[in-house]
């Protein structure tokens, strides 16, 4: 029987993004709690910012037609601190200000204090010619009244909670969390901890994938329910996805999604609902599966599936290109591309392979990419000792010197 052809990456991810219609819910939360939320609706400006022009340097704030030469001499008439409105500044006044503090009527100019020279008993002269305009932080300059600073389908880092901040916005309204459950499946599992290493049987091993994938879905903003592990068990496993997809959007698994006669994710899925991608062009993660999980309640709706391969590097490359895009898409984020910058590679990879490769790499102090020396599915040191990968196109060597396409973890994982 002739298999299927692999579906490449470019051919997998739009139809799996079909399939991520975002959740209904809105949650409101603090500005201080929604780091990594995605916003649900936009934030308009109640004010401007800054609300009054201010000054941007330590000084004296001044007509400019009083300082048209240098050496201009001036009577200083009150003093302005940041969180104070001063009075009107008259012909040949100068008032005494500082950073942040606001403009007075009739001033407008700044001298930064450096170039000024205090006089006995209250006068200063300025030292240089002053253009209008000087140093002067105008309304509305970063912030204007009505306009829209951030809007529905950003994901808020910590400059957008400052932004909103500063236009007084205690809440945000965003997204619901998806909520993901999470389990692995193999008789080889032990958790760490249960067993001590010299006390592990022939065979086992311990499950690391749970860990990170635990630790990646809640860096995306998941609420994770973790199931544990799961016996290579047909009935098992049916039963597992059953009881998961009752209250959650998603179900995570990693390993079981091969071919072997031990791999029962596949007929489990297609039991209870539908297998929509299978097999892939990508190495390493060729073993991915994503389908739908029919809940008991024919109006709930279906529970989306998503099969991780079991091998750690595998399951750690697959979650980034594929899980990662997919979650946040569910929470109505408007762009899930990731940044792909040209690097030089330090080293050579002369074994091209018919699929699409992600080689784990760092980079180095000549601003180049070292390559890790093994590339197999299972050395997860490689994850740690790298900084992002290379996606190399199917069938394509690499000669050191050659520019490649470089991936950066930093950003895949923020």
């Known amino acids: 029987m002739t298999r299927p052809a692999l579906l490449s990456l470019d051919e997998a991810l739009p139809q799996l993004l079909a399939h991520a219609k975002p959740l209904s819910g809105v949650q409101r939360v603090s500005t201080f709690e929604a780091d990594g939320r995605v916003l649900a609706q936009d934030v308009t400006a109640g004010l401007q910012v800054p609300p009054q022009d201010n000054s941007s340097m330590d000084g004296y704030a001044v007509r400019a037609s009083d300082c048209l030469q240098a050496g201009a001499l001036l009577r200083v008439t009150q003093r302005i601190p940041a969180g104070t409105q001063g009075a009107p500044l008259g012909v040949g006044e100068a008032a005494r200000i500082f950073t942040g503090a606001p403009i007075p009527e009739g001033a407008d100019a700044v001298v930064m204090q450096e170039d000024c020279e205090p006089m006995e008993p ?44 500063s236009i007084g916005m205690a809440q945000l309204h965003v997204a619901a969390r ?17 067993v001590a290493p010299q006390d592990m049987a022939a065979g086992s091993i311990y499950n690391s994938n749970r ?5 990646m879905l809640q860096r995306l903003g998941c609420k994770v329910t973790d199931l544990g592990i799961v016996p290579d068990q047909r009935e098992a496993t049916v039963q597992a996805l059953r009881d998961a997809a009752a209250g959650h959007d998603l179900v995570l698994t990693s390993g079981g999604v091969s071919v072997g006669e031990e791999d029962h994710i596949k007929p489990a899925v297609q039991a209870l609902g539908t297998l929509n991608l299978w097999q892939l062009a990508i190495k390493p993660g060729k073993p991915f599966a994503y389908g739908q999980v029919n809940r008991a309640d024919p109006t709930a709706g279906v529970c989306h599936f998503m099969g991780l391969p079991g091998n750690p590097v595998s399951s750690f490359v697959t979650f980034l290109l594929l899980v990662r895009p997919f979650v946040l898409a569910l929470q109505g984020l408007k762009n899930t591309d990731i940044t792909r910058t040209a690097q030089t590679a330090n080293f050579d990879w002369l074994r091209a392979d018919k699929r699409r490769e992600f080689l784990r790499v760092k980079r180095n102090a000549q601003g180049g990419l070292d390559l890790f020396a093994n590339q197999s ?13 290379v996606d190399n196109p199917a069938g394509q060597t690499i000669a050191k010197g050659d520019t490649v396409q470089f991936i950066s973890f930093a950003e895949w994982l923020s």
């Open 122 to 165: 209250s006068y200063v002269k300025v030292l240089k010619p002053t253009p209008a305009g000087q140093w002067i932080r105008r309304s509305g300059e970063d912030v204007t009244l009505g306009s829209k600073v951030l809007l529905t389908g950003d994901r808020l880092t910590p400059a957008s909670l400052g932004l909103a901040a």
């Open 178 to 194: 998806p909520r993901v459950a999470l389990f692995s499946t193999g008789d080889e599992l032990v958790m760490p901890g249960d």
């Open 211 to 215: 860990f990170f994938l635990r630790a």
């Open 377 to 389: 599915s299972g050395v997860l040191t490689s994850a740690v000792w790298g900084d992002g990968v």
